[in-house]
């Protein structure tokens, strides 16, 4: 049965969205010294190198030292998730969302940043809602996004909406028979408002999940603040990244809505609020799309052309997040219920992404990912063997919900009368990940599982990695979907 009961017109302009609308705290975002004198990328790479010629050679590519623990409490939002780290590493190659065009979506009647904010200067912001005054929350979620001192000061072009129009008439086209407009050039948008209780909530999330597996279209979202149950809008979607808070003061437990028991939110980032945590995370990936935007100029017909694919994003993020103290989901479950996948770490995302896509079989990949697809029943293997005990090891999976699309005609038994509308009829394949390792007798033990008969996320992770031979195993049941499902596998496995 398709959900039928939205207000005839599309534009929804009496939706009810509560909005997190908070003053932006003062010192969130910190002071980073932008200018200073830039390694040398080369001389990086020979000294990993000649690390690995001096015996540190334990079975994988080089690892890289990870942000500490000491170093993910402050004030500064850019050494709290690696960006410090990944600027240093990296130099004059660091990604800052150049070139990526991003979406602003604000709930109430003024829903466009201040224009003149310092902070937001060479962002060209677009109105795409019609005149609006300008707004301090859309002004403080853009700077936790773009600003000066945010992931992604590269964004240069960001198209803001007001939440109504943007659900309805201006972009997603909630309750029409047209799929949402596809006409806007942005890749990743940010929403810093929630929404509970509305009949119209499975509509909109379905055709959320569409943009993204059908155009590769993020959004990030954030949950409610407060310890709070996990809202309908847009959290409660499959195929998005829903942020909480570092501090844990948010929404969480799992969803009430499109299946209930699914975990959020998948990450955590620094901010007061989740208004402006979860502009950091849109900042991320604007960052992590620059980087797979260039992988894919240098060789377009390359396995690691896929570099850039939603999934993969995704899979990035919550396989390099940073676990915090007591991190430990429930029985069944693939995240925690209070931090998700852990903090965001923009430096071991973009590690993970530069390692490269592998295929199933055998590999040395310290840092990786894959992007393939596995047909009902199948198995794919990811087999490393490691000559010295190793640190923490993450594997992240990610795959999307489907939403069949197009227009489909309904009749109405009783009258005869037929109508068409947009087909928001969803399709889920059930993927599950799974760790095992050789014993001494050549045989298989299984070291951890996460195998959630909801999510369409799991994740396996272990503070240490003795050496040895193991597998990380994708296996899809034997689900009611006939056809292949595309899958982001990510992982990293820090030295000890």
Not at 385 to 408: K, M, Y
Request: proline share 6%; glycine share 10%; aromatic share 6%.
């Amino acid at each position: 049965m398709l959900p039928s009961d939205l207000p005839d017109s599309p534009t929804m302009q009496r939706w009810p969205v509560l909005v997190l609308w908070m003053a932006l705290s003062a010192g969130v975002l910190g002071t980073v010294a932008w200018f200073h004198a830039l390694p040398d990328p080369a001389a990086a790479q020979d000294e990993a190198r000649d690390g690995a010629e001096n015996g540190v050679d334990d079975g994988l590519t080089p690892a890289v030292e990870p942000v500490g623990p000491e170093r993910r409490g402050g004030d500064n939002v850019r050494e709290t998730i690696g960006w410090d780290q990944a600027r240093e590493r990296l130099g004059r190659e660091m990604p800052t969302g150049r070139g990526i065009a991003a979406g602003l979506v604000e709930a109430g009647e003024a829903y466009a940043p201040n224009s003149r904010d310092e902070r937001l200067r060479g962002v060209n912001f677009i109105l795409q809602s019609g005149n609006t005054g300008s707004s301090g929350h859309a002004s403080g979620a853009a700077r936790s996004a773009f600003g000066q001192q945010a992931p992604a000061p590269g964004v240069g072009r960001v198209h803001c909406f007001s939440v109504s129009h943007w659900m309805g008439e201006g972009y997603l086209r909630t309750g029409a028979v047209e799929p949402p407009d596809d006409w806007n050039e942005a890749r990743v948008f940010n929403h810093s408002w929630i929404a509970e209780e509305a009949d119209y909530a499975p509509q909109v999330i379905r055709r959320v999940d569409w943009l993204a597996d059908e155009q590769d279209i993020l959004c990030c979202v954030g949950v409610n603040n407060g310890n709070t149950r996990v809202p309908h809008l847009l959290a409660s979607a499959y195929n998005t990244i829903s942020v909480g808070v570092i501090s844990g003061d948010h929404s969480r437990g799992t969803t009430r809505i499109e299946t209930h028991g699914r975990c959020k939110p998948e990450l955590v980032a620094p901010g007061s609020l989740t208004s402006w945590a979860t502009p950091v995370v849109t900042g991320c990936v604007a960052m992590l799309l620059q980087r797979g935007d260039e992988i894919q100029e240098r060789d377009p017909l390359s396995p690691d052309a896929n570099a850039q694919r939603s999934e993969v994003v995704k899979a990035l993020l919550m396989g390099g997040a940073f676990k915090p103290l007591g991190w430990a989901p429930n029985v069944d479950e693939p995240l925690d219920p209070r931090w998700g996948a852990g903090i965001v770490d923009i430096d071991r995302a973009l590690l993970m992404m530069d390692g490269g896509h592998t295929e199933p079989g055998d590999t040395d990949k310290r840092y990786g990912w894959a992007f393939t697809d596995i047909e009902r029943a199948g198995t794919h293997d990811y087999t490393f063997t490691i000559t010295a005990d190793q640190g923490e090891a993450c594997f992240a999976l990610v795959w999307h919900r489907r939403i069949v699309g197009g227009a489909v005609t309904l009749r109405n038994n009783a009258t005869g009368e037929t109508r068409e509308v947009w087909n928001n009829t969803p399709k889920l394949a059930d993927l599950d990940l799974e760790l095992v390792r050789l014993n001494d007798a050549d045989e298989e033990e299984q070291v951890q599982i996460s195998r959630s008969a909801v999510d369409n996320v799991e994740m396996v992770y272990l503070e240490t990695l003795p050496a040895g031979t193991y597998t990380a195993r994708v296996t899809r049941g034997n689900d009611r979907e006939d056809a292949p499902w595309d899958y982001a596998l990510a992982w990293r496995i820090e030295a000890e």
